[in-house]
């Protein structure tokens, strides 16, 4: 029996394949397995390979590795993507019947399972049944019961009423059946099952999710892949809280929709990628010199410009730090795996209020459509806080007038964080422009004013870098002489690539790195290590050059920017080719 499964379902965008892999994720995780799943998908409606992979284990699994043990390939192109993937002991289920797979042969030594999945889903009762037809036949192959199958149909067709559960329901045991009836072997599978319970969700989800959580009561956005889902979770959940979503005309419209609500007392935030991030710029800087809290999520992807919309990339990070005109204040979180998705935009929403200032939180298209398990205590709803900074009321609000009973709004303070005053607070009223201000919010050029205000939001960085919690996470041996340093979605990856390393004799020290801005200073870490080696996905090292700025130390690189996530077992050979003596890996494919 394999320590873990690797499965995946492949053919053309249009022929459900993403719905099928979440049938068959679901599934699993509510029989108490582990779930990692990856996907691949052409930015168009129709047409084009795409594909889901589902990786599970009884055991916590992090990353996606270079095994594929089963496959349902509905097309020729499916079994050619994933050729390097496949091995001789890999079983490729497929419908000979349909002309693009009739002269189909499995390759090697891997076996070819052909199963008449369309004309057993006309059977059930229609042939756009026949993905769930191979569902069933997987259940076959893998060993896995398909009675947990069941709930995941009922949930995915329960709305669609009873006899489309009941059909579905028929067309995987059919397609089970068939397996069992026609083909003599034996599965070297047995999917083991458990009594745990697990929460499947992906980063864009619990983005979603911990918006909530944190009090967001109004959402603006345009639809932007990678960064739709954030929307779309939040949409018919947050009306439930008192909130809206608007999709708004651009992602013009959608920040200075979100700007407004934040103005008028509201949690607001609104997410897209770096397409977006360009248009919203000017914006920013708006949100940042009139001290508005904001929440900006950049999903990020491949590019420039439009560059290639559903793919891997964590090419955003030298905009998100330095992009507008002048010098703007912002902090940059980075959460580095799905479940600090959650967490991290909590704290983005009580960072923004508390310090009156534009949060970046910045994840990518790996952990956007990534989907993984999680016990449900891992979202704690009761640990969360809510901190909304320095907000006057009718009893506090007269130490922040002046002589004549104006409130200001930018007043000039120590720590740079100015007394804040929510719509209706009696002596509250004011202005704010993107013009240079005085305390009061209104229009100056005095240079005096000029300095003390550039100098007053500065200071709200120093004040938080000293008062709040900017650590790495760490993992491996704390005393190996080799470190590697990476951000966003990389964790996961690593942190197996340092097992497989480990085993192979080589000892790491991993920092993983949430904050971008501020950020921790990593060097003592690099002063301490022989070999320091940084780990991201883009062409030029950005957030190596950052390292190498804090740390005035030169850093090997393992780069890639091909449009797909590290997998486990390529980085950990990466790691140890970095270490063989070259300055810099580019990882080509």
């Known amino acids: ?40 998908f052409a930015s168009r409606i129709r047409g084009g390979y795409t594909a889901y992979k589902v990786r599970t284990s009884v055991d916590r699994i992090e990353s996606v590795v270079d095994r594929l043990d089963i496959l349902i390939a509905l097309t020729q192109r499916t079994v050619e993507e994933n ?147 954030v929307m779309e979770y939040l949409k018919g959940r947050i009306e439930d809280y008192g909130g809206i979503v608007v999709q708004a005309e651009d992602e013009l419209s959608a920040i200075n929709m979100a700007l407004g609500a934040a103005r008028a007392g509201a949690r607001s935030m609104t997410a897209t990628s770096g397409p977006g991030i360009d248009l919203m710029t000017e914006t920013f800087g708006l949100v940042a010199t009139s001290e508005t809290p904001l929440v900006i999520c950049n999903v990020m992807r491949s590019g420039p410009s439009t560059g290639m919309p559903t793919k891997q990339e964590q090419g955003d990070l030298n905009g998100m730090l330095y992009g507008g005109h002048g010098e703007i204040p912002r902090f940059v979180l980075a959460p580095t795996t799905i479940s600090e998705c959650f967490h991290k935009t909590i704290e983005a929403f009580n960072l923004a209020e508390k310090y009156q200032i534009p949060v970046y939180l910045t994840g990518d298209l790996a952990l956007a459509v990534t989907e993984q398990t999680f016990p449900p205590e891992e979202f704690d709803m009761d640990a969360v806080e809510i901190d909304r900074g320095k907000v006057v009321d009718e009893g506090t609000i007269d130490e922040w007038q002046n002589e004549t009973g104006q409130f200001k709004p930018h007043a000039v303070t120590d720590d740079g964080v100015s007394p804040r005053s929510f719509p209706g607070t009696g002596g509250g009223a004011h202005m704010s422009t993107g013009l240079e201000h005085d305390e009061l919010g209104r229009r100056t050029e005095d240079t005096e004013m000029r300095i003390e205000q550039v100098d007053k939001r500065e200071r709200k960085v120093e004040t938080a870098r000293e008062a709040e919690d900017w650590s790495y996470r760490e993992f491996g041996d704390p005393d190996a002489d080799t470190l590697v340093v990476s951000w966003g979605s990389n964790e996961g990856a690593m942190r197996e690539a340092i097992e497989r390393l480990d085993a192979d004799g080589t000892d790491i020290r991993f920092v993983s790195v949430p904050y971008i801005f501020p950020r921790p200073d990593l060097s003592a870490e690099i002063e301490a290590a022989e070999e320091t080696i940084v780990v991201e996905c883009n062409a030029t090292g950005q957030f190596a050059d950052i390292v190498e700025h804090d740390a005035l130390s030169r850093v090997k690189r393992v780069n890639k920017y091909n449009g797909v996530r590290f997998k486990a077992d390529e980085l950990a050979e990466e790691i140890e080719a970095a270490l063989g003596g070259a300055a810099e890996a580019e990882v080509e494919a």
């Not at 394999?2 to 994720?25: H, P, Q, R, Y």
């Not at 693009?100 to 999945?117: N, Q, T, W």
């Open 1 to 40: 029996m394999s320590e873990d499964l690797n499965w995946a379902v492949g053919g053309e965008a249009g022929d459900g394949i993403d719905s099928t892999g979440k049938i068959f994720a679901q599934a699993l995780s509510r029989a108490g397995r582990h779930v990692f799943t990856s996907k691949d």
């Open 83 to 229: 050729l390097d993937e496949l091995h001789d002991d890999s079983i490729v289920i497929y419908d000979g019947e349909r002309s693009m797979m009739s002269d189909f042969e499995a390759p090697g030594e891997m076996r070819g399972l052909d199963v008449p999945l369309k004309r057993l889903a006309e059977d059930a009762g229609g042939a756009i049944m026949r993905n769930i037809v191979a569902l069933g036949a997987a259940c076959a192959v893998s060993g896995f019961k398909i009675e947990y199958l069941d709930e995941s149909l009922e949930k995915r067709f329960g709305n669609k009423g009873e006899a489309i559960v009941e059909n579905n329901k028929t067309a995987a045991r059919l397609g089970a059946e068939y397996v069992d009836e026609e083909y003599d072997f034996s599965t070297p599978y047995d999917l083991e099952t458990t009594d745990n319970d697990y929460v499947l969700l992906n980063g864009d989800e619990a983005i979603g999710m911990g918006a909530l959580v944190a009090g967001c009561r109004f959402y603006a956005g345009y639809p932007i892949t990678p960064a739709t889902d």
